[in-house]
């Protein structure tokens, strides 16, 4: 695990941070307390996939009118998403670990909203990217919310440690 701070301007979900300010400051394994605020970006690494091959794919977070912490993804009706919303084991994992207890899929555009509990993943197919895939069917609509946005990203899974090998020239 890794934290960052954020140091280039945000995108989409993460440009409205006027609504919420979050720090991963005294962030532990622990389950949730009161002491550690649970809004931070979660980012894995994908080579080939955002700027610097660390997309944001979820964010522990809360609503603005409840401290429990929520793992949430906002939905733009990505390319495969329209049957089923997949998330990495490593993000569930960390998720669980803060004590997080429930999912959201959020529709801005649509200002619609999904729920179910975070155990439902458990019950969802594991491919061989590394993803737990859950049918939409599986998922409860709920009123739409408003919730805090992160400042901080926290990187999970595998990081690179070494660059990317290349073919060396055969010299003759």
Known sequence: ???????????????????GRGSMAGA??????????????LAVHKPGRGTDGW???????????DPTPILRVTWRGQHGTDRAISL??????????????AFYLR????????TCPLSTFS??????????????????????RDWLYAD???????TPTEPATAQLALGW
């Open 1 to 19: 695990m890794q934290l960052t701070k954020t140091a280039r301007p945000l995108a989409g979900w993460q440009a409205r941070q006027g609504s």
């Open 28 to 41: 532990t394994d622990q389950p949730h307390s009161s002491a550690f605020t649970p809004v931070a970006a």
């Open 55 to 65: 997309p944001v794919v979820a964010a522990i977070t809360q609503f603005l009118d």
């Open 88 to 101: 990495p084991v490593c993000v569930l994992d960390y998720a669980a670990r803060r004590g997080v207890t």
């Open 107 to 114: 529709d801005d555009r649509q200002m619609k909203m999904w």
């Open 123 to 144: 019950r969802g197919k594991l491919q061989a990217d590394g993803e737990r895939y859950v049918p939409l069917a599986w998922l409860t609509l709920v009123p739409w």
């Open 152 to 158: 901080d990203v926290v990187r999970l899974g595998d």
